[in-house]
């Protein structure tokens, strides 16, 4: 469905971290997301230390909006954040999504934490939502799927990359994202995008895949429906 797409989970902002070198790569990454049927973007920067606060990320994101208003792209972005679970417990509380009780939370890529059930707990005791960003590409998953169905419960949400469904990360992580789809435990699709170039902003080709495995409408929330309720804090159902 052109233009009714949200991405949940993309590197647009310059020099945060490793996404845009600069502002017309930003705008040229969200023309290449406006071309794909994408309408609302969330900027996650990768948090890791307190290098940055969620204030400078908004301040980024006022920017970039103002830009794609006088460039006339048709993409809103808001502020949001990919924190890491090894940031310091006291700091995440405050990387949320649109300032929602949903937070986009990073593994390490080469195994799960052992604390991660601990910090994840405490994170969901103080009302937060945790959505865990690509279990799918994460080691120890794609090894034992059931590491991660064991650490989810109600108050948790996974995200899958829209790479890892069309195989361009190879075919481990792709059958791991079609186990997690299949077992529904997948609630968004996003693009984690960091340029214009490689990793980009699209979402439509993962789209029809997804369709084709779990079908035209349950897919459709993934791209749409769920991540319209993050935006405006709604429970996802
Ligand atoms: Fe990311």
Redesign the pocket.
């Known amino acids: 469905m052109p233009g009714r797409m949200i991405d949940l ?1 993309c ?1 647009i902002l310059p020099t945060l971290d490793d996404g845009p070198s600069d502002f017309e790569e930003s705008l040229e990454m969200a023309r290449i997301a406006s071309r794909d049927g994408v309408c609302k973007i969330i900027a ?1 920067p ?1 948090v890791y230390n307190d290098k940055f606060a969620i204030q400078d990320i908004i301040k980024q994101v006022d920017l970039l909006n103002v830009l794609l208003k006088e460039n006339d792209i048709p993409i809103s972005v808001y502020p949001g954040a ?1 924190v890491s679970i090894g940031l310091d417990p006291a700091l995440i509380p405050s990387y949320t999504l649109n300032q929602t009780n949903y937070i986009l939370i ?1 593994f390490p890529h080469n195994h799960l934490p052992s604390f991660a059930g601990k910090i994840l707990a405490w994170l969901i005791s103080k009302g937060l939502k945790p959505i865990i ?1 690509h279990p799918e590409r994460n080691y120890s998953v794609i090894r034992s799927p059931e590491l991660l169905l064991n650490l989810l419960n109600r108050n948790m949400y996974v995200q899958v990359t829209a790479d890892s469904l069309t195989g361009d990360f190879g075919t481990d992580i792709q059958y791991c994202t079609d186990y997690l789809l299949n077992s529904g435990k997948v609630d968004f699709i996003a693009s ?1 995008a960091h340029s214009k170039d490689f990793r980009i902003p699209v979402l439509s080709e993962a789209l029809e895949i997804a369709a084709t495995r779990i079908g035209r409408q349950a897919s459709q929330r993934l791209v749409s429906t769920n991540p319209t309720a993050i935006l405006t804090g709604e429970e996802i159902h």
């Open positions: 989970h590197h996650t990768h990919e990073e960003a984690d």
